[in-house]
C-alpha cells in the first residue's frame, strides 16, 4: 500500500554501510521468551497449498501493523503507535492467526542517514520483540521490505531521495540482498517466521513492455527506466537461501502486487521448494473484479499457494473485501488486511480507530469475518 503523506540477530552487509553490531548474542538475536499461545505453525509450500509439520493445509488469515517502514526513516521513532502485549493481543482476539510486518532496509543495516536511536541495533531489536509478541499470541510473523533505497524519478515516482523514504519500483543492488541475508540470517533458525521478498513491485510503469517488466522482476540487473541496478526477486531468493533459512517466502507480481499474470513464467527458481505467490488487492487497483481474478489469479493459485498480503478499499466500508474475501475462501486462501493502525480511514484503510482494537467500519468487516470463520472451524473440528 503507498501511504498517505508522512504515513505513507548477526549481518552480512556491503562494504561502506555503516552497522551498529551490539546489542546481539553470539548466536543473533535473543531468544525468545516462554510463549503463552499455542505456537504458530511451521508453514511450507506443498503443490498450492500452504501445510504444517503434520501435512494439516493451513491459510494465514491476519493484517498488516504498519509502522516499521516509514517511522524509522523520518526520525520518528521505530513504530507508528503501540506494539507492546496489549496491543498485539487485540490483533489476536479479532481471530487472527498472521500478522505482516513492513520493514525499511536502511534502518535494519543501520546506514549514516539513520538515527541511530531507530536504526541497526536498536531497529533489529525492536522488530523482533514485536516479532516474538506475534509468536507467542499463537500468530504467524511476516516480515517483509517495504522501503528501500534508489534514486527513481518516473513514471508514479512516490519520491525522489535516494533514500529509503518512499516505494520504489524495484529492490537495489547495493542493499537489499545484503537485507535479505542479514534478515534470514537473523530467521533461518525460526521458520515459524515467513519472509515477503518486497511488498509492491512496479517496473511495469518504467519499462516499455510488460514482459520487460517481469524480466527486471525476476533477473534485476540494468532495467529500462530504472536508474539504478535492480535486484531481482531471484537475486534475493539466492540470498536468502545461501544463509541456509528454508523458511517460507513470498513473491509479489508486478503492478503494485496487483499483476500475476506473468508469475508461474517467471518465477525464480527456488532450490527449497518453499515459494508462495503474493498479490495485493484495493478497489482502486486495475485487476479488481471477479472476472479479473478467474483469469489470472486461479491459475497460479492451481500451481502455488496464493497470500493476498494486503485487501482493502478507501471506502470507510467493507462491501469490496467482503467480495474478496468470499473470492479467496472459496477457493481455500489466505489473505491479511491493510492496516492496523488507528489512522483516518478516508485517507487509507486503517481497520482500527484504537489500539485497544475497536474496529473501523471498514475494519469491522474483517473482524466480523474472521471470527465467524473461526467459529466455523472450531464447529467443523469439534
Not at 63 to 92: K, L, M
Not at 108 to 130: C, F, H, K, V
Not at 374 to 382: F, G, I, V
Amino acid at each position: 500500500m503507498r501511504h498517505p503523506p508522512r504515513l505513507s540477530r548477526m549481518l552480512a552487509v556491503p562494504v561502506g554501510v555503516l552497522l551498529t553490531i551490539g546489542g546481539l548474542t553470539a548466536g543473533g538475536l535473543t531468544a525468545p521468551s516462554t510463549a503463552t499461545s499455542a505456537a504458530p505453525p511451521v508453514l511450507r509450500a506443498e503443490g498450492n497449498k500452504l501445510v504444517d509439520a503434520e501435512g494439516a493445509t493451513h491459510r494465514l488469515l491476519g493484517v498488516n501493523r504498519s509502522g516499521g517502514e516509514f517511522a524509522c526513516v523520518q526520525g520518528r521513532g521505530i513504530f507508528d503507535g503501540p506494539v507492546d502485549d496489549a496491543s498485539v493481543r487485540a490483533i489476536a482476539d479479532w481471530k487472527a492467526n498472521a500478522v505482516r510486518i513492513p520493514l525499511n532496509e536502511e534502518c535494519w543495516l543501520g546506514t549514516d542517514n539513520i538515527d541511530p536511536r531507530y536504526g541497526g541495533a536498536a531497529y533489529r531489536a525492536a522488530i523482533d520483540d514485536l516479532v516474538q509478541r506475534v509468536q507467542r499470541h499463537g500468530m504467524t510473523p511476516i516480515v517483509e521490505l517495504h522501503w528501500s533505497h534508489g534514486q527513481y524519478t518516473g513514471n508514479s515516482a512516490g519520491c525522489a531521495d535516494v533514500h529509503a523514504s518512499c516505494q520504489k519500483p524495484m529492490p537495489n543492488a547495493r542493499y537489499t540482498p545484503a537485507f535479505w541475508t542479514s534478515v534470514a540470517t537473523a530467521y533461518k533458525n525460526d521458520p515459524e517466521v515467513v519472509l515477503d521478498l518486497f511488498n509492491e513491485p512496479y517496473p511495469d510503469r518504467a519499462t516499455p513492455t510488460t514482459a520487460e517488466a517481469w524480466a527486471c522482476w525476476r533477473d534485476g540487473g540494468t532495467c529500462t527506466g530504472i536508474g539504478y541496478e535492480v535486484a531481482g526477486m531471484q537475486d534475493l531468493l539466492d540470498a536468502v537461501r545461501a544463509t541456509g533459512a528454508k523458511n517460507l517466502v513470498l513473491a509479489a507480481g508486478i503492478a503494485y502486487a496487483n499483476d500475476l499474470s506473468g508469475w508461474l513464467r517467471y518465477a525464480p527458481h527456488d532450490p527449497a521448494g518453499n515459494l508462495a505467490a503474493a498479490w495485493h488487492i484495493y478497489n482502486f487497483n486495475a485487476c479488481s473484479d471477479e472476472a479479473c481474478w478467474d483469469r489470472t489469479l486461479a491459475p497460479v493459485a492451481a500451481h502455488v499457494p496464493l497470500v493476498a498480503g494486503e485487501i482493502g478499499e478507501n471506502t470507510c466500508a467493507h462491501g469490496f473485501i467482503d467480495r474478496v474475501m468470499k473470492w479467496f475462501d472459496d477457493r481455500g486462501l489466505s489473505y491479511l488486511g491493510w492496516t492496523w493502525n488507528a489512522w483516518d480511514c478516508s485517507s487509507g484503510p486503517a481497520l482500527i480507530s484504537s489500539y485497544d482494537g475497536t474496529p473501523t467500519p471498514f475494519g469491522s468487516g474483517l473482524r466480523d469475518h474472521l471470527r465467524a470463520l473461526d467459529t466455523r472451524e472450531e464447529t467443523t473440528t469439534s
